[in-house]
């Protein structure tokens, strides 16, 4: 973003962007955000993935957020398109983040595994989900306060969002070394629904939370590095990098979880579950017949 100032020193305007958004690029994003959050709710309701609410809010926020870029095309001076885009897009991945925290938990007790788990489970999520709170929050104000215009306020708001990415980063490494501490003692030992029923592929539901672990994480680092740079850096000014690195990363973790649905996954666990308490009730209740004697 550049200030136009008068003759006078007095701010009378700015240009937003480096470049003229692509309209086209702008909205295949739309419609496939679009797309991905209708599917989403389209399973979260018979799954009863209610955590999935945050993961959709998410995807709006992306849509719209690509729509502000739509706006801006051919109107880079134009505040409002500018900040809906900015504010939408750098935000909405702190939503999916929060539920891929909460995956990891509802994953854990749903194989009744809670004993593997370096963090109780009752505290796992609501530990994640606070930080990405405050991670939100942050991202959010310095986001905001950039409306004002004013070019020391403006470096102070990149200055919070890059504090809250890297916040965000910190507490993304630690939550995938509780992941890869769970899946590896399971895998070394099963306990719990695991060792009771081997059929259940569990691991392909790990595997996808690791490729949209991947997908944020890259997202987030560029991130820091596009604030660290300032707003002259290569990472600004070039629009196919915010497409690369943020746009295809949200869709693919967007997109992996349609293909490798948590819910999925607690559901098998739960018919194993009634399976087994069919199995064991039936046995209960069966009478031997008696001995005969001859």
């Known amino acids: 973003m550049h200030l136009i100032y008068n003759s006078t020193g007095d701010i009378t305007g700015a240009i937003f962007y480096d470049y003229n958004p692509s309209q086209t690029a702008a909205w295949t994003l739309v419609v496939l955000f679009a797309v991905a959050t209708v599917i989403h709710f389209i399973m979260m309701i018979p799954l009863r993935t209610w955590c999935f609410i945050v993961f959709i809010l998410g995807g709006i926020c992306e849509a719209f957020g690509y729509y502000g870029r739509v706006m801006s095309h051919d109107n880079v001076r134009k505040m409002g398109p500018y900040m809906m885009q900015n504010l939408l897009i750098l935000v909405a991945p702190v939503l999916l983040a929060a539920t891929v925290y909460m995956v990891l938990g509802r994953i854990i007790k749903g194989l009744n595994a809670d004993d593997y788990s370096s963090i109780r489970t009752s505290r796992l999520t ?9 991670a939100f929050v942050t991202q959010l104000a310095g986001s905001g306060v950039q409306a004002t215009g004013d070019d020391q306020v403006i470096k102070i708001g990149n200055g919070v969002v890059l504090g809250g990415l890297i916040f965000q980063l910190v507490m993304f490494g630690i939550f995938l070394n509780v992941a890869a501490k769970f899946h590896k003692r399971l895998a070394n030992e099963p306990i719990g629904l695991i060792k009771a029923d081997p059929s259940i592929k569990w691991q392909r539901y790990f595997v996808g939370l690791y490729i949209a672990w991947v997908a944020v994480f890259v997202r987030n680092l560029v991130r820091v590095i596009e604030y660290a ?10 629009e196919a990098m915010l497409y690369i690195f943020d746009g295809a990363m949200m869709f693919i973790t967007m997109a992996i979880f349609i293909i490798l649905h948590p819910g999925l996954l607690i559901r098998q ?8 308490m069919g199995a064991d009730t039936e046995a209960f209740f069966t009478v031997p017949p008696p001995e005969k004697n001859y």
């Not at 609501?126 to 405050?134: A, C, E, G, T, Y």
């Open 269 to 276: 666990a739960k018919r194993s579950t009634y399976n087994r």
């Open 126 to 134: 609501k530990i994640f989900v606070m930080s990405d709170v405050l």
């Open 229 to 238: 740079q300032g707003e002259n850096g290569s990472i600004v000014t070039n």
